[in-house]
Antibody
Framework: EVQLVESGGGLVKPGGSLRLSCAAS????????MNWVRQVPGKGLEWVSS????????YYADSLKGRFTISRDNAKNSLFLQMNSLRAEDTAVYYC??????????????WGQGTMVTVSS | SYELTQPPSVSVSPGQTATITCSGD??????GYWYQQRPGQAPVLVIY???ERPSGIPERFSGSSSGTTVTLSISGVQAEDEADYYC???????????FGGGTKLTVL
């Protein structure tokens, strides 16, 4: 079964750091571009970051201003998001999502169940 | 910054056709994608490349594109289609991902 499972969420104080992980299974992880998307409870989806299959290309939403770092370990079928200088407005469910390999398509065809990050003192 | 605009809500009676629009300046150059999100669940891709339907998605889901607007149509709406729907695309650079604000579909 194709699956993405996030972990690493939790409660962190403002200014703190957290590292999210996403474990992939059921597909050849190294062939796919991957992404992080977040969602404040009750609000809409917000794209956070994307990384190409070989980590050659990495992009972030402007709103993050260099506080987050995306990475991956293809040998371990894992995607990561290092989050530093966390703020209350970073409180959200964080999803990892796979970009489809369909030609000329940038759709996110597989999503994890999400991990909740709460930034509060 | 680049924006994708959706109506906050759409209501439709069972069996009718629901239409949800998404407008953005880059849409003439970039494909539009649609996701369904039921409460407490992760999003599910229902339309890609403006009008293509992934395997497993019912035929009642269809998409179209015209100028700066992409449209999701759900014909013969069922109670199970009640959910939030999000459009997604890239900006004019083709690099940065953007989601619309989402549309809550209510089945009356």
């Amino acid at each position: 079964e194709v699956q993405l499972v996030e972990s690493g969420g939790g409660l962190v104080k403002p200014g703190g750091s957290l590292r999210l992980s996403c474990a992939a299974s059921g597909f050849t992880f190294s062939r796919y571009n991957m992404n992080w998307v977040r969602q404040v409870p009750g609000k809409g989806l917000e794209w956070v970051s994307s990384i190409s299959s070989s980590s050659s290309y990495i992009y972030y939403a402007d709103s993050l201003k260099g506080r987050f770092t995306i990475s991956r370990d293809n040998a371990k079928n894992s995607l990561f998001l290092q989050m530093n200088s966390l703020r209350a407005e970073d409180t959200a469910v964080y999803y990892c999502a796979r970009t489809t390999t369909v030609t000329n398509s940038d759709a996110f065809d597989i999503w994890g169940q999400g991990t909740m990050v709460t930034v509060s003192s | 910054s680049y924006e994708l605009t959706q109506p906050p809500s759409v209501s439709v009676s069972p069996g009718q056709t629901a239409t949800i629009t998404c407008s953005g300046d880059a849409l003439p150059k970039q494909y539009g994608y649609w996701y369904q999100q039921r409460p407490g669940q992760a999003p599910v891709l229902v339309i890609y490349k403006d009008s293509e339907r992934p395997s497993g998605i019912p035929e009642r889901f269809s998409g179209s594109s015209s100028g700066t607007t992409v449209t999701l149509s759900i014909s013969g709406v069922q109670a199970e289609d009640e959910a939030d729907y999000y459009c997604q695309s890239l900006d004019t650079s083709g690099i940065y991902v953007k989601f619309g604000g989402g549309t809550k579909l209510t089945v009356l």
